[in-house]
């Protein structure tokens, strides 16, 4: 399984010289290979390879050009195999293609929100979470060709992420969260069908600030990728 993910300052992002190219583009081949994209608080981002080398630091190589657009809440989907995600400034939904291209669906019913998570389930539904209170979970169908909403559900507990991956076997989610009533940090898993929420380990919030990218590789093994208490900025790799 592929997974794109994506944090505010490392999200996977496609090439744009073009905002909206042809609407059908190169497909990604599935072997494992991890992709994301980085930018600054809301610039213009840039798509890249990431593999991690033998002393286990992550090592980032650019895929085409700087995109003139931000995007955010990707996800990969095995039916097309494309990387869908959410246009940060418009709300747009985009297609991304493995050249870098993209194609822009428009807005396709989604309201005012901030969406900085997404991933897609085995069955091929897009879910991207809207950050704004309360946290909602929208189902998304991208195999019609334009697009649909199926849904939306809002999380049983009062928890903000920045990033989610999807089990590819079992269909639940995974996610670093904030829970804000009790102000600390920790691992929870959700079912993006119906928003329940069970909480693992609490307090990482004293050694893990922040996990902006979650995936999973295709043996079900959890990545994270963010930010050390002690660290200036998110560069680490769990």
Request: with cysteine; charged share 15%.
């Amino acid at each position: 399984k592929m997974k794109i993910s994506t944090i505010i300052a490392l999200f996977f992002i496609a090439l744009i010289s073009n905002a909206q190219t042809s609407n059908t583009g190169p497909k990604f081949v599935c072997t494992g290979e991890n992709f994301f994209c980085y930018s600054g608080w809301g610039g213009a981002s840039q798509l890249c390879k990431v593999s991690v080398s033998l002393d286990n630091n992550a090592v980032f190589t650019n895929v085409g050009d700087q995109a003139t657009i931000n995007y955010n809440a990707m996800g990969y989907c095995s039916k097309d195999n494309y990387i869908y995600a959410i246009d940060y400034n418009s709300n747009d939904i985009v297609r991304v293609h493995s050249d870098g291209s993209i194609y822009s669906f428009g807005k396709c019913g989604l309201q005012n929100g901030s969406f900085y998570a997404g991933d897609f389930n085995s069955k091929g539904y897009y879910f991207i979470g809207n950050a704004n209170s309360p946290h909602e979970i929208i189902k998304i169908d991208v195999n019609s060709g334009t697009p649909t909403i199926v849904s939306s559900v809002n999380l049983d507990v009062n928890m903000g992420f920045s990033e989610f991956a999807i089990h590819p076997k079992t269909g639940i989610a995974y996610a670093f969260g904030l829970d804000y009533s009790n102000n600390y940090a920790c691992l929870i898993k959700f079912n993006p069908e119906d928003g329940i929420v069970t909480k693992y380990a609490i307090n990482y919030y004293n050694v893990i600030e922040a996990i902006g990218a979650l995936w999973f590789d295709s043996y079900g093994r959890l990545f994270g990728y963010g930010k050390h208490i002690t660290d200036g900025m998110q560069e680490s790799l769990y």
